[in-house]
């Protein structure tokens, strides 16, 4: 349905938007005129009250428009958990971003990766996807609903089929060799022969190896759509095996790098090495040359880093690679909100498989590495239909097939709900949005008045399909109507 809004104009009075506070000029209203279509009679409303006792209401202010103004940033309702508006809150107060650009070709050089510190934009739903996320997000709801019992549940269940240590020597010979023992960093944590990363054993010089690296592929279908991500997920690189990791980035082509922890750990002991360079600059490991590009720290704590791999004295051009560090996200924890999380997801999520897989990891690459993987994955094969999403308990135990003990804790698994939940939430919201057309009516301290209780029965009774009108009703009289 197009509308048509004409107005006859009194006066003209200067105003402050209540959204971004700006000034500007708007019309003291009488009579709107509203055309249903583009040959039909006009409809006219009288916004003036004739009632004696609204006469010092005569001054009302009706400001509609398509969408709001270009510096407006629009409050869509419930897109994201009470700890994740906190969280959000907090971000707005604090100081702006710091961005290191080493050189001004490499502003260039990053256009193919989003290095902007605000939250990335939320897709646009197809009508079918968004069919997807309302069901999924009911029926993730409904496992909240009994203070998190059901999800105990299904936690314990998970925990019952862990392997016993004899499965897991049998499953994990490759790495048990005596040559790669010095290549874990926990002896406990080691890949499955059957899923693990190989590299060219060549580098290695030691055919003993047998390329190996604490690596693992992780998909959740046997025929993964190419809207849904692949990953490996390994351990933070040691110093020893760092020219192993970008090795593996460079024979798989891996277009992006989630490292979820920090260097060093509040207790000073050391979770990761650091394989990528903390400034920006070249760097050689053997003979593979890394060079960040440039570095941006973003509004939810997230460092994103523009890297160039490549092999010594290659003429191949250079892999893009974009390298996202979580650091406060604390080890056998969560985050205290989904924000960031769910900010990677949406840096990553347009990233097709056919580009490569995604790197994921932590400090052993299985608690925090299996908790995004979950999160990122249900997201994804919820909105291209896949049901089988929806069984989080399946997805993790298939994920433990592929690498052990991915999702660590009681407390992670719960958070992939919450995320996945806080995520569902904005992508509906933002969906509702984007499918209607926006209005927003801006009043001075009028209250419910008969002017407007004459104009909402006009729109709700006129107007088709139905409004929802008065979603927000304060002092100030702002609301929004949405069409559906």
């Known amino acids: 349905m ?28 009488n009579v709107v005129t509203m055309h249903m279509q583009p040959n039909q009679r006009p409809i006219q409303f009288n916004l003036t009250s004739s009632s004696p006792n609204q006469s010092n209401k005569q001054n009302q202010h009706l400001l509609l428009f398509r969408s709001p103004p270009p510096s407006t940033t629009t409050t869509t309702g419930n897109t994201t958990s009470s700890r994740s508006r906190s969280r959000k809150s907090a971000m707005s107060a604090s100081a702006a971003a710091k961005t290191q ?37 009911n029926f993730f709801k ?63 010089h030691r055919p003993s190896a047998m390329g190996y690296i604490n690596a693992s592929f992780i ?10 991500s692949r990953f490996i997920a390994t351990q933070g690189p040691l110093p020893e095996t760092f020219e192993d990791f970008w090795e593996m980035v460079l ?10 922890t920090k260097l060093v750990d509040h207790h000073r002991i050391q979770k990761c090495g650091d394989y990528f360079q903390a400034e920006d600059g070249p760097r ?28 010594e004295e290659s003429e191949d051009p250079p892999l893009p690679v974009l390298h996202i560090q979580y650091p406060e996200w604390p080890d056998h924890g969560v985050p205290y909100d989904t924000l960031a999380v769910r900010e990677i997801f949406r840096r990553l999520c347009h990233i097709p498989s056919s580009k490569g897989p995604i790197v994921v990891h932590c400090s052993a690459g299985i608690g925090r590495t299996g908790t995004y993987c979950a999160i990122h994955n249900t997201i994804q094969r919820i909105l291209v239909g896949d049901k089988s999403a929806l069984d989080l308990a399946e997805t993790v135990s298939t994920f433990r097939s592929q690498r052990m003990g991915m999702v ?49 029965k006009f729109f709700k009774h006129n107007v088709q399909p139905v409004l929802r009108v008065f979603e927000s009703f304060n002092t100030n009289f702002n609301l929004t109507l949405k069409y559906n």
């Open 251 to 260: 024979q798989n082509r891996c277009p992006a790098i989630v490292m979820l």
């Open 408 to 456: 660590q804790t009681l407390d992670q698994y719960i958070f992939c709900y919450e995320a996945i939940i806080d995520e569902l939430e904005d992508l509906i919201s933002d969906s509702n949005i984007q499918k209607n057309i926006k209005w927003r009516v801006i009043s001075e301290q009028i209250g419910r008045t008969p002017i407007m209780s004459t104009t909402y």
């Open 219 to 228: 998909k959740a279908e046997a025929n993964p759509s190419e809207s849904v």
């Open 284 to 311: 050689l490991f053997g003979n593979i040359c890394t060079v960040t590009k440039k570095i941006t720290t973003t509004d939810s704590s997230l460092v994103l880093r523009y890297l160039e791999v490549n092999r």
């Open 2 to 29: 197009k509308l048509n809004w004409a107005t006859t104009k009194l006066a003209s009075s200067k105003r402050k938007c209540s959204d971004c506070n700006k000034s500007f000029r708007i019309p003291k209203l």
């Open 101 to 137: 650009t080493p050189s001004s070709s490499s502003s260039s050089s990053s256009s193919a990766f989003d290095m902007s510190t605000g939250f990335p934009p939320k897709p646009s739903l197809k009508p079918d996807q968004l069919r997807n996320c309302v069901q999924a997000l």
């Open 142 to 204: 409904a496992k909240q609903s009994d203070h998190y019992s059901l999800i105990e549940k299904e936690f314990s269940a998970l925990q019952d089929l862990r392997m016993r240590a004899s499965e897991v020597n049998n499953s994990c010979s490759v790495a048990k060799l005596h040559v790669n023992c010095r290549k874990n960093r926990y002896s406990d944590v080691v890949p499955f022969d059957a899923n693990r990363v190989i590299i060219d054993p060549c580098k290695d």
